[in-house]
């Protein structure tokens, strides 16, 4: 609700407060920057290129982005853009990425399924066959698609980062049901399962997903330190870049917008003073 | 603004300004107004042309041994038929015996499969007319002939009678090995 | 369309077109030497913003539907697509997406400036009414619209929407599974929701054409309300408001802008990019804030039919304004007490949207209240959004009557050209064109 009660105030309307949700409660996520926030924000490549890592080191075990395919990486904008390849489909680097992985396909002659080297067409394979399987294999759980991850949230990439490096053991008289986690970054109503102080349920939720990060557990191809910081402010960034991989286009198209915008009214107006001078109105 | 005439008659030319520096900025405005216009009817036209995803759209790779000789097998490409025929000693000799008569659209059979895979011919399956697919070892040359407007073609897929002005076209591909090609 | 033509054709094909269809003639008498009060202020140039935004939604709207699927299974990924992989695709779509929202700022802005300046009144009811048929298709239109991208928001807003129609007693039911095709919103459902979206647009531009025509049979009316004596009142439409709704629309534009290239999502729900799913509510559903004040009456109701009886009345009410008014001076500027009922009224729409945006039981103020009445607690929105429809609807139905009978206006001109000589705030003429101050 915080950008929409933004938007309100960019219409000029006076909204009182944010809303809280019904019975819900989470923490505000952390007040953490990147380079891309900002109208000339742009995105860096080194920290988007550190965060695929991590998604396909760490995230991408349980996690879809079935929006994403490999070429989107070396796509005008993306991590691995290279402009001596403007076709990302010949990019060797996004090639030899694609062909790290392996994706399912049909054998035209057999009918199989059968599996082989990713190529940069080649959208990122799911872990899971479908809904069920996942389910299944996560305690019941669904690990949702991080396709649109960092604008399918409140807060976004903050909220992401936050969530991700958050994680808490529960606080005494908080009893999680095996397989649950606790994260005062998930929203959710912990009442049930508290057994304290009416008034003090903690906030936050039981989350179904482990603490994904670890020190140490991505190595990072540049030398940075691998700490839970770094690798949560990097797959976060990585998730706002594929959320609109168009970012950037769309804030250079919108400064030269701006700037004739500008101009035309400024001529339209002169135009218009200029013809109603003599008019007296 | 100040010294407003009550009642002034709306005429442009009441004062005695230069016109064209009037005028100029009127122009300049409609200008700014068409160019505002011209700006954006091109993402909107571009819009049309073939997408991200389609442009992506994975070269394929073949495996010849499926073809047997004297047939062809047809597989999708790029949404458009890809002929691959597995052409017989005599075809091959009836195609090179051709290469001086008096083609529409000259070529060579050489020039028209990778060196020494003679037998292999790849084309696309589009006739250069209006489109159709042309059927296998149709017309009087053994190649293929168009149902559409009977353009005949022969077994080099070159085009010898008929309304269709051009050969059938060869793909870009390559051999990866001596039985398996990659087009695109 | 109103009065003598003064187009005279200048060239021999102009007089043997002219004479079979005379669309030069129509064209010059519409948009051209069409005469305009040459006192109208820049609360008057939404008209011409509205007439570019109905046709910047229409082309976006049409590009859109050439890489939209609507299918139930493939909406949601092909609207990513457009954003992704289509050449320009997150252009037109964040355009068309905020778009509706400029589109609908732009409408309000028309609405409330009519309302101030009394110009549904006698001879402009029929301009009126036909204004209100089309803020209607825009509901519906944007209703439509905001289902298509299938995501959380889409899904479970149609799911509410299409429930309201249950409500009516007997037939509600069959007619709420009739409007589904099935037993809940499905794919079906989005299907002709698709098909209506892309119909309704033509019929508002339809609409909008017996609305200018309606506009051209007694002209514009103008802040002071008072009727076009002489030609001195006037101006030829074209080059003086063309060139100044330009300006307008200039500026209006560099908004949109702002929405479009640098705030994209700012007025849409962060639970509209996950996909539509059929078995889990979002935790805070809310319609898109066009319609929220409308939500908020709904939900001022405890009862189900009565609310959606309240909603529809809202909406109704506007179309019979002109027969509730009882005033004989159209503008506000000389109506000293009506203008302040009438600013409470914007507050109180301001306030039903606040609403509408708020859980029913959420605190107003956080931290306080205590004290229950009837069914909610005093300090809570559904409160608040009472007091908010109450006024709403006494606004019209009690407080507009019996004012106009009651109230002593200001002394009105003589004539446009005459207040402008007598109204000290309007000798330096700065930058506005109007003469007066508003919020």
Known sequence: ???????????????????????????????????????????????????????????????????????????????????????????????????????????????????????????????????????????????????????????????????????????????????????????????????????????????????????????????????????????????????????????????????????FSGLLYASYKRLWRNVEH | MADTVAGASPDLHASGEDPNRRDFIHIAAGVAALGAVGGLAWPFIDQMNPAGDTLALASIEFDLGKVVEGQQVVVKWRGKPLFVRYRTAKEIEAAIKDDHADLRDPATDESRHKPGKAQYLVLVGVCTHLGCVPTFQGGDYGGWLCPCHGSVYDTSGRIRKGPAPLNLAVPDYAFLSDSKIKVG | MSGHSTYEPKSGFERWLDSRLPIIRFANDTIITFPTPKNLNYWWTFGGVLSLMLGIQIVTGIILAMHYVPNADLAFNSVEHIR??????????????????????????????????????????????????????????????????????????????????????????????????????????????????????????????????????????????????????????????????????????????????????????????????????????????????????????????????????????????????????????????????????????????????HAPDDLVIPHSGGVQFLDADLDSYVWLSRIGALYYFAYFWVITPLLGLTETPLPVPESISSPVLSHPASAPAGAVASPEKRG
């Open chain 1, 1 to 263: 609700m915080l950008r929409k009660g933004f938007a309100f105030a960019a219409l000029g309307f006076v909204l009182i407060a944010g809303p809280v949700l019904a019975a819900t409660t989470e923490e505000e996520p952390a007040d953490i920057h990147w380079s891309f926030e900002g109208p000339f924000g742009k995105f860096d490549k080194e920290q988007v290129q550190r965060g695929y890592k991590v998604y396909r080191e760490v995230c991408s075990a349980c996690h879809a982005m079935e929006q994403m395919s490999f070429r989107n990486l070396g796509q005008k904008g993306g991590p691995f853009y290279d402009p001596k390849y403007p076709n990302p489909n010949n990019n060797p680097v996004v090639k030899s990425l694609a062909h790290d992985i392996q994706v399912k396909d049909i054998d035209t002659d057999t009918g199989d399924v059968i599996s082989r080297p990713a190529t940069p067409a080649d959208k990122f394979p799911a872990p899971f066959a479908n809904e069920y399987a996942a389910r299944a294999s996560n305690g019941g759980s669904l690990p949702p698609d991080l396709s649109v991850m960092a604008k399918a949230r409140e807060g976004g990439p903050r909220y992401i980062y936050s969530l991700l490096s958050g994680f808490k053991t529960p606080p005494a008289g908080l009893t999680l049901p095996a397989g649950k986690y606790y994260d005062p970054y998930f929203p959710g109503d912990l009442s049930g399962s508290w057994h304290g102080a009416a008034k003090a349920v903690p906030e936050g939720g039981a989350i179904g997903m482990p603490p994904p990060l670890a020190p140490g557990k991505v190595t990072f191809d540049d030398g940075k330190p691998s700490t839970v910081k770094e690798e949560a402010t990097d797959v976060a960034a990585f998730l706002m870049w594929a959320a609109e991989p168009k970012m950037e286009e769309r804030k250079q198209f919108g400064f030269g917008a701006m700037i004739y915008l500008l101009i």
């Open chain 3, 84 to 357: 992704r992989d289509v050449n320009y695709g997150w252009l037109v779509q964040f355009m068309h997406a905020n778009g509706a929202s400029m589109f609908f700022l732009a409408v309000y802005i028309h609405i409330f400036r009519n309302l101030y300046y009394g110009s549904y009144k006698a001879p402009r009811e029929v301009l009126w009414i036909l204004g209100c048929i089309i803020y209607l298709l825009m509901m519906a239109t944007g209703f439509f619209g905001y289902v298509l991208p299938w995501g959380q928001m889409s899904f479970h807003g149609a799911v509410v929407i299409t429930n309201l129609i249950g409500a009516i007693p007997v037939v509600g039911p069959s007619i709420t599974t009739l409007l589904w095709g099935g037993f809940a919103v499905d794919n079906p459902t989005l299907n002709r929701f698709f098909s209506l979206h892309y119909l309704l647009p033509f019929m508002i531009a339809g609409v909008v054409g017996l609305h200018i025509w309606a506009l051209h049979v007694p002209g514009n009316n103008n802040p002071t309300g008072v009727n076009v004596k002489s030609e001195t009142d006037t101006v030829p439409f074209h080059p003086y408001y063309t060139v100044k709704d330009g300006f307008a629309i200039s500026v209006f534009l560099i908004v949109y802008a702002a929405f479009v290239f640098y705030m994209p999502d700012a007025l849409g729900d962060a639970a509209n990019y996950i996909k539509a799913n059929p078995l889990q509510t979002p935790q805070h559903i809310v319609p898109e804030w066009y319609l929220l004040p409308f939500y908020a009456i709904l939900r001022a109701v405890p009862n189900k039919l009565m609310g959606v009886l309240g909603m529809f009345a809202a909406i109704g009410t506007l179309f019979v304004l002109p027969w509730l008014d009882t005033s004989k001076v159209r503008s506000m500027r000389y109506r000293p007490t009506a203008r302040i009922y009438y600013f409470i009224f914007i507050l109180a729409c301001l306030v039903l949207g606040v609403c509408g945006a």
